[in-house]
């Protein structure tokens, strides 16, 4: 597949599949992630999210597809899941928000012409007076706004959120997604996997329904619909977690997925998943239409 040269701050996805020893967990993913665009990445537990942020920022490679993104590797600042982050290494507030400079300025370099920097983005998440604190006496909310400090210094134009408001407090949640509306005024691209779909509702105008597959991409009103979320539980549920890499169809690799279509509805049998679901707190109708077709292999 040639190489793509998406617009300046574009994220290009085509025909992507990500999975883990040959086995997919998410497939056949095709679409834009616009310059500046702030959006939601939603999905039932085990969807592929996670996968999903880990091949944008270049952590596991595509087993098909190809992903173009912007500019150079510092463009890009990635926040995974708080459960997969070492809390016990020995390293004050200071410290594990000076990492965000190591791209820019090394890892050996003096940090005493940065503390002003460094004591201002702790400043800009609350964190005044925490520098000298060793990070594994913070509350998880306190460890997130330390967390979110580090990306303040990375100063990257596209900004990855894995679950960023899990087990956090609700003024830290309320603080950080101030924090996410500045970057998006300035002009910044943020995607962020949440499992809230009312802080999704209230805060992201688009979103990503996932569900190993797409379900619908678009504006966030007429992707979260009673439908929509029904049938990506139905295809989380429908998954087999050791199929092997299917062949695209003919839609597969031909342009970005139109934003609120639905996808393509294949399944690979079986799921031993989670079987969590994604829950609304509203009672509105579904006036949208589903145009997914299921010729997978469910049983």
């Known amino acids: 597949m040639p190489t793509l040269r998406p617009p300046p701050g574009d994220i290009v996805l085509r025909g992507v599949t990500l999975g883990y020893d040959r086995h997919p967990a998410v497939h056949h993913l095709d679409g834009t992630v616009a310059g500046g665009a702030l959006l939601a ?4 537990n085990g969807a592929g999210k996670s996968t999903l942020l880990k091949g944008i920022v270049g952590e596991i490679a595509c087993l098909d597809g190809s992903i173009a993104r912007p500019g150079r590797a510092d463009t890009i600042a ?21 990492m965000g400079l190591w791209r820019r300025f ?71 997604l101030a924090l996410i ?41 007429s992707v979260l619909t009673p439908r929509n979320l029904a049938r990506a539980q ?27 279509a639905a996808g393509d509805g294949h399944s690979h049998g079986p799921s031993h998943g989670d079987g969590h679901g994604l829950h609304r707190h509203d009672h509105g109708h579904d006036h949208g239409h589903d145009h997914g077709h299921d010729h997978g292999h469910a049983a």
Do not use: K, M, N
């Not at 990445?41 to 039932?44: A, E």
């Not at 995974?80 to 290494?89: K, L, N, V």
């Not at 199929?243 to 003919?250: E, K, L, Q, T």
């Open 181 to 221: 509306r500045t970057w998006h005024g300035q002009g910044r691209t943020i995607v962020a996997a949440l499992h809230d779909l009312g802080q999704v509702t209230a805060h992201f105008p688009t979103t990503l329904l996932l569900a190993r597959e797409p379900v619908a991409w678009g504006p966030t009103a």
């Open 234 to 260: 139905s295809l989380s549920e429908a998954w087999d977690e050791g199929a092997a890499i299917c062949a695209r169809d003919d839609h597969h690799g031909h342009g970005p997925l139109p934003p609120g």
């Open 106 to 176: 090394g890892p050996w370099r003096s940090l005493r012409r940065h503390r002003p920097d460094l004591l201002a983005a702790l400043s800009a998440v609350g964190l005044d007076g925490f520098a000298d604190r060793p990070i594994g006496t913070l509350s998880g909310g306190q460890f997130q706004r330390a967390l979110f400090a580090r990306l303040i210094l990375q100063e990257a134009s596209v900004i990855l959120l894995d679950e960023p408001f899990s087990g956090v407090d609700g003024r830290t949640t309320q603080d950080l």
């Open 41 to 44: 990445l939603v999905g039932p």
């Open 78 to 98: 990635y926040l995974p899941q708080a459960a997969e982050i070492d809390r016990s290494f020995p390293l004050s507030v200071l410290d594990l928000a000076a």
